[in-house]
C-alpha cells in the first residue's frame, strides 16, 4: 500500500492564491479526512494530488515517488467525484469496465473484476442500466464501483455523499468505512461536514483559507482544538466562544465577561495565564454545561445565571440557547425538565472542559 | 448564352480536338454578368481561361484593366479584313476582339397567327396592340398582351431615344441622355402601359418570353437569339422596331457581336494553340455551321456570301433590320451609363419622376459615374504616411511577439493539446476568413479600381471619408436598419410564438414542428427566386391569392420601391423564423413544468405566465440567437439581390451589402467596396459589443 | 372542455400556418411539372392536366445532372467530415481550456460573421490561384470547410461548456490521455451537437453557388447549384428544368434536416450560456 504525501504545495488561480504551503502526509492504509469550509481549496489540493490540477510549487509524493510531473492516468489513483461524473453513453458494466479496457486487459479479467465490485456494492443487478436510470444512492455506488475496479494504490473522494439524502448519506458513510476496512487502502476524503470527519477519519485535515489549521484525530481536534477557528469547525452544536479577561482576587483566579464568572482554581497550570495578557477567549462546548437543577453537588461559583431564548428539542436532549449579560450560550440538557423561552436557567460549568484562546492570535493556551 | 448554341459550340470544339490531337478544349460557361466578374476575378489571380468570349461591351472594361491582349500583333491584318466590320472591335486603335456572327440587336417579332403583318409605324404599333390585348373570358384579366418585351432594361429601351432623333451616348462615349429624345421615349413607353395599356404592367424577359412563345402575346420585341427557342413554339415573322410616328424615324437597336478575346496571362507555349484554335472558332465553316443550327447571322464575309446564307430569307430580312441599328459601343463608361439610366428609368415607370426631372438626372448621374468609375486618386502624403504606419504596426506586433515570447512559449507549453487541438481549424480559418480580411482592409486604402487595376496603391482613408459624407450612404444605412431590425423582429417573435404553441400538447406535434423547419432547409437561392416568382404582379400566386380570397387589386410587388423592398423581407422573414423558433423550442424545454404549476397556483393568467416565466426564462437563449440573427441578416446580400433583381426598382431596394456588390462588380470600385464593407464590419462589432454588454453577456467568452 | 377547445383552435391555427409556409415549396414543385412556357400561367393548381415529368426525366436523362450530383455528395461529404472534425477539436480546446489567446480567438470568430462575405471573394480567389487550387475540389473544401466553421465552432464549444468538467476528468483518472478522454467520452456524448455541426457545413457546402462558380472550372466538375445555374442561361431559362433541379437538389438537404430534426432542439447551442 501506499502513502502520499504532500510538501509545501501551493497553488494560485490568477492573483488568487488559494493553497499557501500546505504540507500534509495520509500514511499508508489511512483514512484522512480533509474538511474546511466552502472555498477553503479542498478540493484544488486533492485535484493536485490526482493531477488533475499542476500546483505552483511543492512536491506530491505517492508511494514515495516525485509525481508531480506525471500524467492522471499514470498515478494509479482513483477518484470519486461529487457529482459521480458517470459516462452517459455507457451502461454502468460499461462504466465499470472502462479503466480496464483502456488498460487492455482481457475480458475475463474485467468480467471478473467488474462482478467483484459490483457484488461488493450490490449493484450487481443494475449492470445494464445507463446512468440515467439509476437513483441517486445507485450512481454512488457505480461511481464508487468504477474506483473499485481499478485496485488503485490511493482512493480520493470529493464529498461524494453531498448530493444524497440524510438517511442515504449516512448509510454510504458506514459503506465506505466497510470498504476501507476491507481493502485497507490509503483513502483521502474532502468534505465540508465535520459530522463525516468525525465518524469516517482516522485523521483529520482541517483547511480553512489555503492553510491547514490542524492536523490529528477526531480526538484530537475536539479535544485540543489548536485555535477558535478548528473549536468551532469541529463539535456539533459547535462551542460556545466567549471574550473575557483573566484576573485574580483574593488569591483565587476568575474568568471575567459581562454575565460570566468563572472561577478557575481547579485548573491546575494557573500559572499559565499570569505570564500572558489578560484578555482570552474562553471556550466551553454545549455538551459540557449542565443544568443545576439536576447537579449533585452545585457549585455556586461556577454557576451562570442565564434566561433562556430559544430551546431547540431534539428528541433526546434540547439544545437551550440562552444568555447571561453580553455572553450567548447554548446548552445541549436533557429534556426531562421542560424549558421555555423566558425561563431562567443556572448553568453549571465543568472547568476541567474549558479551552482558552489568546485574543489575538486565537492560539489555544495550553493548559 | 442559349442552352442549344452550348451545344453547337461544343460540337465544334469536338470537331476540332478531333482533327488536332493532344489538345484538349474546356469549355467553362458562365452567365455574362458572372463571366465578367469571375474573369475579371481570375485575371487578377494571374489565371483564368486562355479564351473569352462573350459580348462586345464587354472589351472596354477588360482592356481597360489589361487582362486581355491586343490581337493586332498576334494575327496579320488579312485575318482581320476577312470580317464584316461590325465584328472586329476596336478601342482606343487597338483591335480586341473577333465576332462569331454580328446581331444581338433588338427587332419586333410578331405571331403569324394573330398578327398578319408588322406594323409600319408606331402608331400602327399602338392600333394593333390595342385590339390584341384582350381579356378572353371578361374576368377583369387581361388573357393576351398586344405587346410584350423586357421593357424595364436600358439595353431594350435605349433604341427608342434613337427612334425620337438623338443618340444616348456620344462618339467621345460621354452619355448624352438629357435630350428632348430621351424624355419623349421615357414619356412613350409610359403611354404604352398607361395609357394604351398594350404591355403588362410589369413584364420582365422571362415574363415576356413566356407570353409569346405560349402564343399569349401578339408581338414581343427581343433579339436574334431567342429565334432557335420561338421556333418549334410560335410561327413568328421579323419585322424593324416600327418606326416612331411622331418622327419618322425608325428605332435604332444595338448591333453587336459576341466574340473571342485573348486573355493576357496566357503562357506562350499555349499562345499558338490559342490563335490557331480562334482561327478556327471564326473560320467560316464553323460560322456556316451556327447559321444552319441556330440562324445566326455570320461575320466572316466569306461566309455571308455562301448561297445557303443568301437563299436564307429570315437573314436576309434581318441584314435589313441590321442597317437600321447602330454598333454596341464598348467604351468601359457605358456600364456607368446604363447603371444611371435604369435607376432614373425606373422612377418614371414608378410614377415618382417626369420624364424632365428623369433625364436631366439621367445625365447627371451617368457623368458623376463615369468620373467616380475614372477616378484615379494618386497616392499623396497621406499614403505614404498610411504604408508608414501600417508598416510600424507590423513592426510594433513583432516587437511585442520579441519581448513576450518567454510568456506565449510558456503558455505554449502548458497548452500545447489545446494548440494543438485548434491548429487545423484556426489554419483554415487564417487563410480562407484572415487574410482576405487583411487583404481587404488594404484595398480600403487604396485606389484599387478600373483604371489601376493592375498597380494600385496604398492612398489611405480617402474612401471612408467619401463614404461617410456621403449621403446616399446614411440612407442606405437606414435602410439596412429598418431591413435588420423588421426580419429579426419578426423572426423572433414568430419563432417564439410558434415554439410556446408547438410545446404544448398537440396532435402531430412533431410532424408540425418538423415541417415548420423547412424554409430553413431549402437552399437560400432556390427560395428566393420562387419566392420572386411569387411575387409578379400579374402571374405570382400572391397577387393571385390575394384577389381571389381578399378580392384585393394586384400590387406591383416589383416595380415599387417600397413594394419591392416589402416583399424582400417577407421572403427574408419566411427564411428566417424557423432558426429562432428551433432556438426558442431548446430554451422552452428547459423551464420546469412547476414553475408554470407554481404560478398558476399563484394565479396567473396565460398571459402573465408567458411574460413573467416564459419569457424570461428563454431570454439567456434568445440573445445570443438574436446577435447572430442581426449580424446574419444585415449582411444577407442573396434574399435583397435575387428578389429585387438587384436593387431594382432604380437600386432603391439596395441594403448595405447588396451595394458593396454593385459597388465592386458592377461599377469596378473596388478601393470603395473595401472600405465600405470595412464600415459594415465596424458597426456589427460596434453593436455586438455594446448588445453583449448591455444583456451582460461578456460572461459567454 | 374549455382547453380542448383552445387546443383544437390552436391546432387549426397551425395547421393552416404550416401550409401557408410550405406553400412556395410546393409553389416550385408546381413549376417543375409544367413545361418551360407554361411557368407563367395564372392557375393556383399545382397539378394540372398539362403536368408531367418530362422535367425530371430530362433533368436525369439528357443533362449531367447525375455528374453534378455525384460532384455534390463527395464535396459535401468531405466538408462535412473536415468541419466535424475541425469543429469538434477546436471547440474542445476552446471549451476547456484557458489557454493564452483564448478570448481573441473566441471573439475572432463572432466577428468573421461580421465581415460582408462578397467582398471575401476576390482574396479567395487571388489566394487559390496562387495556392494552384483553382478548378479543384481541395481549393473549394477548404473554403467551404473554414467558412462554416467559426459557427460551428461556437456551436460545438457552447454544447462542450454544458458537460461537466468532472467527466473527461473521471476519464482520466480511468487512465485516459487527454485525447483519448475526449474521444471516447467527450465525443459520444455530445452527438446531437455533432449532428448539428455536420448539417450545417452540408449546408453550407451542399447548395454553394458564389465561391463554387469562381473556383470551379472544368464542367466534369460542377456541382449541383452551378449545375443548375447553367439552366438559368441570361436570357433564356429552362424554367421546367431550373424548378426540377432546384426540387431535387432541395430533397437531400431536406430530407436530412427533417431526419435530424430532433437534434436541432437538443443540440442547436447558440444560446447556451455557460451557467
Ligand atoms: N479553475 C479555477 N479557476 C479559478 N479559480 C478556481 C478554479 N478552481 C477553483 N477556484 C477557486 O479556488 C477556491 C477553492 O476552490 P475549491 O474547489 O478547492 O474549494 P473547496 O474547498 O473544494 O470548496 P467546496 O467545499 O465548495 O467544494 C475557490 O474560491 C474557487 O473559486
Ligand atoms: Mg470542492
Known sequence: MAGVSLQAISKSFGDNTILKGIDVQAHSGEFMVIVGPSGCGKSTLLRIIAGLETPDGGEVIIDGERKNDTDPSKREVAMVFQNYALYPTMTVYENLAFSQRIRKRSKDEIDKRVMESAEMLKIDELLDRKPKELSGGQRQRVALGRALVRKPKVFLFDEPLSNLDAKLRQEMRLEIKKLHTQLNNTMIYVTHDQTEAMTMADRICLMNNGIIEQIGTPEELYNKPANTFVSTFIGMPPINLIDGEVCTENGSAFFISDGVRINLDKIKNIELFKDLDKHVIMGIRPENLHDNYFAEIKDPENTIKCTVDLVENLGSVALVHSHSGDAHLSATLTTEKIIHPGDSLDLIVDVNSLHFFHQETKERIKL | ?701 | ?275
Not at chain 2, 111 to 135: A, F, H, R, W, Y
Not at chain 2, 302 to 323: E, G, M, R, T, Y
Not at chain 2, 559 to 587: D, R, Y
Not at chain 3, 250 to 262: G, H, K, N
Open chain 3, 1 to 275: 372542455m374549455s382547453k380542448k377547445i383552445e387546443t383544437l383552435f390552436i391546432f387549426s391555427f397551425l395547421v393552416l400556418f404550416t401550409l401557408a409556409t410550405l406553400y412556395p415549396a410546393l409553389n416550385i414543385i408546381g413549376i417543375s411539372l409544367r413545361t418551360d412556357d407554361a411557368f407563367q400561367t395564372r392557375s393556383l393548381a399545382l397539378w394540372t392536366a398539362e403536368s408531367s415529368f418530362r422535367s425530371y426525366f430530362t433533368l436525369f436523362l439528357e443533362t449531367d445532372f447525375l455528374t453534378w450530383m455525384k460532384n455534390s455528395f463527395l464535396v459535401s461529404f468531405v466538408v462535412t467530415l473536415t468541419g466535424v472534425v475541425l469543429a469538434s477539436t477546436s471547440g474542445y480546446a476552446l471549451s476547456r481550456f484557458n489557454f493564452m489567446g483564448r478570448r481573441a480567438v473566441l471573439s475572432s470568430l463572432l466577428m468573421t460573421q461580421m465581415f460582408p462575405a462578397t467582398m471575401l471573394l476576390l482574396p479567395f480567389f487571388i489566394l487559390l490561384a496562387k495556392l494552384k487550387l483553382i478548378n479543384s475540389y481541395l481549393g473549394l473544401i477548404i473554403i467551404y470547410s473554414s467558412t462554416a466553421l467559426p459557427f460551428c465552432i461556437w456551436q460545438m464549444k457552447g454544447y462542450y461548456d454544458t458537460i461537466p468538467a468532472a467527466l473527461e476528468e473521471a476519464a482520466r483518472m480511468d487512465g485516459c490521455s487527454r485525447f483519448s478522454a475526449f474521444i471516447k467520452v467527450i465525443l459520444p456524448v455530445s452527438s446531437p451537437a455533432l449532428v448539428i455541426t455536420a448539417l450545417f457545413s452540408f449546408m453550407a457546402s451542399w447548395s454553394e453557388y458564389v465561391v463554387a462558380a469562381i473556383v470551379l472550372q472544368d464542367p466534369e466538375l460542377y456541382t449541383l447549384p452551378l449545375g443548375l445555374k447553367s439552366f438559368q442561361a441570361s436570357l433564356a431559362t429552362q424554367w421546367g428544368l431550373y424548378a426540377a433541379g432546384a426540387v431535387v437538389v432541395s430533397i437531400p438537404v431536406t430530407i436530412l434536416f427533417i431526419s435530424l430534426s430532433r437534434f436541432l432542439v437538443s443540440g442547436l447551442t447558440v444560446g447556451s450560456v455557460k451557467g
Open chain 2, 1 to 701: 448564352m442559349l442552352y442549344e448554341n452550348r451545344k453547337a459550340l461544343r460540337e465544334v470544339c469536338d470537331k476540332y480536338e478531333d482533327s488536332h490531337p493532344g489538345i484538349n478544349i474546356n469549355l467553362i460557361y458562365r452567365e455574362t454578368e458572372e463571366l465578367r466578374s469571375n474573369f475579371q476575378s481570375a485575371a487578377l489571380g494571374g489565371s483564368g481561361p486562355e479564351l473569352i468570349y462573350g459580348p462586345s461591351d464587354q472589351v472596354g472594361p477588360f482592356a481597360v484593366m489589361g487582362i486581355i491582349k491586343p490581337l493586332d500583333d498576334l494575327f496579320p491584318p488579312s485575318f482581320f479584313n476577312q470580317f464584316s466590320s461590325n465584328a472586329v472591335v476596336q478601342f482606343q486603335d487597338k483591335t480586341w476582339m473577333v465576332g462569331d456572327g454580328v446581331g444581338n440587336h433588338l427587332m419586333l417579332m410578331y405571331n403569324k397567327d394573330i398578327v398578319s403583318s408588322p406594323p409600319e409605324n408606331t402608331d400602327e404599333m399602338i392600333k394593333i396592340g390595342k385590339s390584341l390585348t384582350k381579356d378572353l373570358d371578361d374576368d377583369g384579366i387581361i388573357d393576351q398582351y398586344g405587346l410584350v418585351w423586357n421593357f424595364t432594361e436600358p439595353f431594350f429601351y435605349v433604341p427608342w431615344i434613337g427612334g425620337f432623333g438623338e443618340w444616348f451616348i456620344n462618339d467621345d462615349g460621354s452619355p448624352n441622355l438629357n435630350t428632348k429624345s430621351n424624355e419623349n421615349a421615357f414619356a412613350f413607353i409610359k403611354s404604352l402601359r398607361d395609357e394604351h395599356r398594350i404591355i403588362p404592367k410589369e413584364c420582365d424577359y422571362e415574363t415576356a418570353n413566356a407570353l409569346f412563345k405560349t402564343g399569349r402575346a401578339a408581338m414581343i420585341i427581343n433579339g436574334d437569339w431567342s429565334w432557335g427557342d420561338y421556333r418549334d413554339k410560335v410561327d413568328f415573322g421579323i419585322a424593324a422596331l416600327p418606326m416612331v410616328s411622331s418622327t419618322g424615324v425608325f428605332p435604332t437597336p444595338l448591333v453587336s457581336t459576341k466574340g473571342y478575346s485573348i486573355n493576357v496571362h496566357t503562357t506562350s507555349e499555349k499562345l499558338s494553340h490559342t490563335i490557331d484554335l480562334m482561327t478556327y472558332l471564326t473560320s467560316p465553316e464553323v460560322q456556316l455551321h451556327y447559321m444552319r443550327r441556330l440562324n445566326v447571322q455570320p461575320s466572316s464575309l466569306a461566309a455571308l456570301s455562301h448561297p445557303d446564307v443568301q437563299a436564307n430569307s429570315l437573314l436576309k430580312q434581318n441584314a435589313a433590320i441590321i442597317k437600321k441599328g447602330r454598333p454596341m459601343p464598348v467604351v468601359p463608361e457605358l456600364r456607368a451609363i446604363w447603371d444611371a439610366l435604369r435607376g432614373e428609368y425606373q422612377s418614371v415607370l414608378a410614377g415618382t419622376k417626369d420624364p424632365h426631372t428623369a433625364a436631366v438626372e439621367s445625365q447627371r448621374k451617368a457623368i458623376d459615374q463615369i468620373k467616380t468609375m475614372n477616378l484615379v486618386i494618386e497616392p499623396g502624403v497621406q499614403g505614404k504616411f498610411i504604408k508608414g504606419l501600417l508598416f510600424l504596426f507590423i513592426a510594433a506586433l513583432g516587437i511585442i511577439f520579441w519581448i513576450k515570447k518567454k510568456i506565449y512559449l510558456r503558455s505554449f507549453q502548458e497548452n500545447k493539446f489545446a494548440y494543438l487541438m485548434l491548429l487545423p481549424a484556426f489554419l483554415g480559418i487564417m487563410s480562407v476568413i484572415i487574410f482576405p480580411f487583411g487583404y481587404n482592409l488594404i484595398i480600403s486604402l487604396s485606389n484599387f479600381s478600373l483604371r489601376t487595376f493592375k498597380d494600385w496603391e496604398i492612398i489611405g482613408f480617402h474612401h471612408f471619408a467619401s463614404v461617410l459624407t456621403d449621403g446616399g450612404f446614411y440612407s442606405l444605412f437606414g435602410k439596412t436598419i429598418i431591413w435588420t431590425v423588421v426580419n429579426v423582429c419578426f423572426h423572433v417573435s414568430l419563432g417564439v410564438f410558434l415554439a410556446v404553441m408547438i410545446n404544448r400538447t398537440l396532435p402531430a406535434k412533431r410532424t408540425l414542428r418538423t415541417l415548420l423547419i423547412i424554409p430553413w432547409a431549402l437552399p437560400q437561392y432556390i427560395a428566393a427566386l420562387t419566392w420572386r416568382g411569387m411575387f409578379n404582379q400579374e402571374y405570382g400566386s400572391i397577387n393571385l391569392i390575394l384577389n381571389k380570397f381578399f378580392n384585393m387589386s394586384p400590387i406591383q410587388w416589383l416595380s415599387q420601391p417600397v413594394e419591392a423592398f416589402s416583399a424582400c423581407i417577407i421572403t427574408n422573414i419566411w427564411l428566417g423564423f424557423p432558426f429562432m423558433m428551433v432556438v426558442a423550442l431548446g430554451g422552452l424545454q428547459s423551464i420546469p413544468k412547476e414553475m408554470y404549476e407554481a404560478s398558476q397556483v399563484d394565479g396567473a393568467s396565460r398571459w402573465q405566465q408567458f411574460w413573467n416565466i416564459t419569457l424570461p426564462m428563454i431570454k439567456p437563449v434568445m440573445i445570443p440567437a438574436v446577435i447572430l440573427g442581426t449580424i446574419w441578416t444585415f449582411n444577407n446580400i442573396n434574399v435583397v439581390w435575387l428578389v429585387s433583381n438587384g436593387g431594382e426598382p432604380s437600386d432603391l431596394t439596395h441594403i448595405l451589402v447588396s451595394y458593396v456588390y454593385k459597388a465592386a462588380f458592377n461599377l469596378y470600385r473596388y478601393g470603395y467596396a473595401a472600405a465600405l464593407s470595412m464600415i459594415i464590419f465596424l458597426i456589427l462589432s460596434m453593436f455586438t459589443v455594446s448588445f453583449m454588454r448591455r444583456s451582460k453577456l461578456d460572461a459567454v467568452v
